[in-house]
């Protein structure tokens, strides 16, 4: 477990398999989900992350770190894009104090993606990130805050009854969070930006306007994949070969 604003947040934590005299693991990646997409979705968000995990220690031979956030999966708490960043912050702090690495990436789809942006753009530890399906902004959930907290209701990211508190002060949150507003933070460290060609849910030109803002990062669009680029096997080829090319 992480522990993130005194909630508890599920994690798991695979490493490459170890062979003989290897060198200690220097490399870490976070991953970072989306928003759920479907009824109900939120308690299977990221379940099929650690498999995934598993899959990039392997091959890329680095430490990667799984998590749901709060109001997902077996973490605790409900949505807020403010909470959401936090616990983010508190999976790369987990990353540093556990795993003995000397840099962490992160690499976020959707959702995650973009908060992986405006994270790393205020915290110089981060070497690196790489999104996939990212939103520019989310002004569209901003724009009718009841209407969309219902919808993350009935995703089952809003649990308890009653929350938010302050409805004006959960919006607010989700205005000021927006990529495109800080994404020129992040270079010079590596910025790969991943979209799929036909996202009929992010639009291919929220993935060409953050790599405009942001020079000396790379664009790589996805020929013929749509917003769920996790399962696409282009997608995660892309990723592990970004992995690769990361130093220290």
Not at 148 to 156: D, N, V, Y
């Given at each position: 477990?992480?522990?993130?604003?005194?909630?508890?947040?599920?994690a798991h934590t695979a490493r490459p398999p170890r062979r003989g005299n290897d060198k200690p693991v220097r490399k870490g990646l976070v991953l970072c989900h989306g928003f759920p997409t479907?009824?109900?979705?939120?308690?299977?968000?990221?379940?099929?992350?650690?498999?995934?995990?598993?899959r990039?220690?392997?091959?890329?031979?680095?430490a990667v770190l799984a998590f749901n956030?709060?109001?997902?999966?077996?973490?605790?708490?409900?949505?807020?894009?403010?909470?959401?960043?936090?616990?983010?912050?508190?999976?790369i702090d987990h990353m540093y104090e556990t795993t003995g690495v000397d840099g962490v990436w992160l690499a976020g789809f959707r959702t995650g993606g973009a908060l992986a942006i405006c994270v790393?753009?205020?915290?110089?530890?981060v070497k690196g990130v790489s999104t996939f399906g990212a939103p520019a902004d989310f002004d569209s959930w901003s724009q009718e805050p009841r209407k969309?907290?219902?919808?993350?209701?009935?995703?089952?990211v809003v649990r308890s009854p009653g929350f938010p508190d302050d409805l004006s002060a959960w919006t607010q949150e989700i205005k000021s969070?927006?990529?495109?507003?800080?994404?020129?933070?992040?270079?010079?460290?590596?910025?790969?930006i991943v979209h799929g060609s036909i996202d009929d849910v992010v639009p291919l030109s929220d993935a060409r306007v953050l790599a405009d803002c942001a020079p000396g990062s790379e664009l790589r669009v996805i020929t013929g994949a749509g917003h769920r680029l996790r399962h696409d096997p282009r997608a995660v080829a892309v990723l592990i070969g970004w992995m690769d090319r990361q130093t220290l």
């Open positions: 477990m992480i522990e993130s604003d005194g909630l508890k947040l599920w479907g009824p109900r979705w939120a308690e299977s968000s990221g379940r099929t992350y650690p498999e995934f995990a598993d990039l220690a392997t091959d890329a031979g680095w956030y709060r109001g997902t999966g077996e973490s605790e708490g409900d949505f807020s894009l403010g909470g959401w960043a936090r616990d983010l912050r508190a999976a790393a753009a205020d915290d110089e530890r969309f907290l219902a919808t993350a209701r009935e995703r089952g969070t927006r990529a495109l507003d800080c994404v020129d933070k992040v270079p010079p460290r590596p910025l790969m």
